[in-house]
């Protein structure tokens, strides 16, 4: 069974003058367990109307997408998206950012701890930089900011 399957998809959306526009069409692909997958190309040809659809942000007009066999319904756990740009809530602490998912998830508060302290360690912020994980995400440095985001993403959190 394939991790990802994208069989015959076809997105349309509706432009602001109420006309159909061709997103994507009958698209197919699919990527195997272990494999490496790159989405390629020009400006406007679909590839983050691919990614929404791949996330469960929106539903294709046509066909089926597929993560380990189960159908894309809504956003899951099991997907991720790592934004282009930095999606950090800036009224939180850095702390605050990492652990959104976490509490969101339920975790107990000493199981927050234990994967904040794991993570934020993976991504460079030593346990003694407790300056940094109480301050903002716009007073980082965009490195910092960048290692903020990452372990804010599922399967981390």
């Given at each position: ?5 994208v069989t015959n998809v076809s997105k349309v959306h509706i432009s602001i003058k109420g006309e159909p526009l061709l997103a994507l069409h009958d698209v197919n692909f699919q990527v195997e367990q272990n494999e490496f997958f790159s ?119």
């Amino acid at each position: 069974m394939s991790q990802v399957s994208v069989t015959n998809v076809s997105k349309v959306h509706i432009s602001i003058k109420g006309e159909p526009l061709l997103a994507l069409h009958d698209v197919n692909f699919q990527v195997e367990q272990n494999e490496f997958f790159s989405i390629v190309g020009p400006s406007g040809c679909g590839k983050t109307t691919l990614l929404n659809l791949l996330a469960g942000f929106e539903q294709p007009t046509r066909g089926e997408l597929r993560v380990g066999g189960q159908l894309i319904t809504a956003p899951g756990w099991e997907r991720a998206v790592v934004f282009q740009e930095y999606a950090l809530f800036p009224w939180y602490t850095v702390s605050q950012n990492i652990r959104y998912g976490l509490k969101r998830k339920r975790l107990p508060v000493d199981e927050q701890d234990r994967l904040f302290d794991h993570y934020i360690g993976l991504v460079g912020c030593a346990a003694s930089n407790r300056a940094t994980r109480g301050s903002s995400p716009a007073a980082c440095a965009s490195a910092s900011a960048s290692r903020v985001r990452w372990p804010s993403t599922p399967p981390y959190c």
